[in-house]
């Protein structure tokens, strides 16, 4: 089945402790992106990556890194997670060609305390 | 299901009845707009795409129609079913401009389908 997955569905922290939300995808698209998700604000994008190690910054990339060494992978690293990063993740993936059609995960709720 | 629908526009219709959804977008640049619908619990799903030089298209039961002189996009859903009820989106990217891989979405619309 083709589809974006992402880990771990639900995590609660505290403030300063690095963590890492993983996301993979099983279509062989190349591009892929972050995006967080608050009440009454929509979804604002973080990063997204055309490639493998391609990547650019989105609206919202303050407090947060990527990377991509693999084509199906996108992992979003917190280094020092804030309060202010309590919110809805999701990860998406598309076609180059079609960037406006993505496929997105089933999200990763984190609450930073 | 998450609580993302805070303070939302929302549209309340009957089972049968047609649907129309309206957004404002900001960027003139922009050459694609898209609607994504989310159901609680779920990420966004694509519904359907327009470029910007074109002022309607259709899809299975859905239209968009786009009208740039005002930066306004819409989406029609004919014979709104239960199953519509969600959140929908619209998103616009600048696919011939240098930050192609940026979408920009709007804040939503809660629509609700009563049987």
């Known amino acids: 089945e083709a589809q974006v997955t992402q880990n771990p569905r639900y995590l609660i922290t505290v403030t300063g402790k690095k963590l890492t939300v993983t996301c993979s995808q099983n279509?062989?698209?190349?591009?892929m992106s972050w995006y967080r998700q608050d009440p009454g604000l929509g979804l604002r994008q973080i990063y997204y990556s055309m490639n493998v190690e391609v990547t650019d910054k989105g609206d919202v990339p303050e407090g947060y890194k990527v990377s991509r060494k693999e084509k199906r992978n996108f992992p979003l690293i917190l280094e020092s997670p804030s309060p202010n990063q309590t919110s809805l993740y999701f990860c998406a993936s598309s076609w180059l060609g079609g960037v406006y059609e993505q496929y997105f995960g089933p999200g990763t709720r984190l609450t930073v305390t | 299901g998450e609580s993302v629908g805070l303070h939302l526009p929302t549209l309340s219709v009957q089972e049968g009845d047609n649907s129309i959804i309206n957004c404002a977008y900001s960027?003139?640049?922009?050459?694609?707009f898209i609607w994504y619908k989310q159901e609680s619990g779920k990420g966004p799903q694509f519904i359907i795409d327009i470029r910007s030089n074109m002022d309607k298209r259709q899809g299975q039961r859905v239209t968009v129609l786009l009208n740039k002189t005002v930066k306004h996009l819409s989406l029609q859903i004919a014979a709104t079913q239960p199953g519509d009820s969600a959140v929908y989106f619209c998103?616009?990217?600048?696919?011939?401009?240098?930050?192609?891989?940026?979408?920009?979405f709007g804040q939503g619309t809660i629509l609700t389908v009563h049987p």
């Open positions: 279509m062989n698209h190349e591009y």
């Open positions: 998103a616009e990217n600048n696919a011939g401009g240098t930050s192609y891989g940026k979408l920009t």
């Open positions: 960027n003139s640049a922009s050459d694609y």
